[in-house]
């Protein structure tokens, strides 16, 4: 479906029930940069794959979701400590939500300058997160595939769809450069 606009962020419905979500930073010698997420809704919760850029940017997520979808979120998951991935965890601990992240990207995310998941993930040999660190987690199919963008990268898989999120560890074919890869 097509492009809604809300306040600074656009969404956009990718299947019946998730929703992709875009923020943008102004960043000197590159101008407004793009940063995407995921809103996935699970029967009566609605669970939250990376914050914007910012806390109001995350709060203007929440209230999005609060208007158009009127469920609870449950959780959110980032996919690993940069700003556009994890600058808006106090939103989202000011809203009682629980969060979820790597331990490496909780390890990093004070470095970074940025608040930390409450919650750290852990993954078998495979790549596949341990069950027992990702509870609740319904459709949402989260593995590590090693090192790629940063160190701490993960994906996101929806089971029931043909949607896999790779966060910035998979880029756009029309991009001029890696990005940021610290």
């Keep these: 479906t097509g492009?809604?606009?809300?306040g600074d962020l656009v969404f956009?419905?990718?299947?019946?029930?998730?929703?992709?979500?875009?923020?943008?930073?102004?960043?000197p010698g590159f101008g407004a940069v793009a940063s995407n997420g995921l809103i996935v809704r699970d029967g009566g919760r609605v669970l939250?794959?990376?914050?914007a850029w910012t806390d109001d940017q995350t709060a203007q997520i929440l209230n999005w979701i609060k208007q158009e979808i009127n469920l609870p979120v449950a959780l959110a998951v980032v996919t690993h400590?940069?700003?556009?991935?994890?600058g808006g965890m106090n939103a989202l601990h000011a809203a009682g939500i629980a969060t979820?992240?790597?331990?490496?990207?909780?390890?990093?995310?004070?470095?970074?300058?940025?608040?930390?998941?409450?919650?750290s993930l852990t993954f078998a040999a495979n790549g596949w997160v341990e069950p027992a660190t990702a509870p609740n987690f319904g459709p949402l199919k989260v593995f590590y595939p090693g090192p790629g963008h940063t160190s701490d990268n993960i994906t996101v898989g929806i089971d029931g769809t043909d949607?896999?999120?790779?966060?910035c560890l998979i880029k756009d074919s029309k991009a001029k450069s890696l990005g940021n890869l610290g």
């Design 3 to 6: 492009d809604q606009r809300f």
């Design 12 to 27: 956009r419905q990718l299947a019946p029930n998730v929703w992709q979500h875009t923020s943008y930073l102004d960043m």
């Design 48 to 51: 939250v794959v990376d914050t």
């Design 81 to 86: 400590a940069h700003q556009d991935k994890m």
């Design 100 to 119: 979820y992240a790597n331990a490496l990207s909780n390890q990093l995310a004070p470095q970074e300058g940025l608040v930390a998941a409450q919650h």
């Design 163 to 167: 949607i896999a999120f790779g966060g």
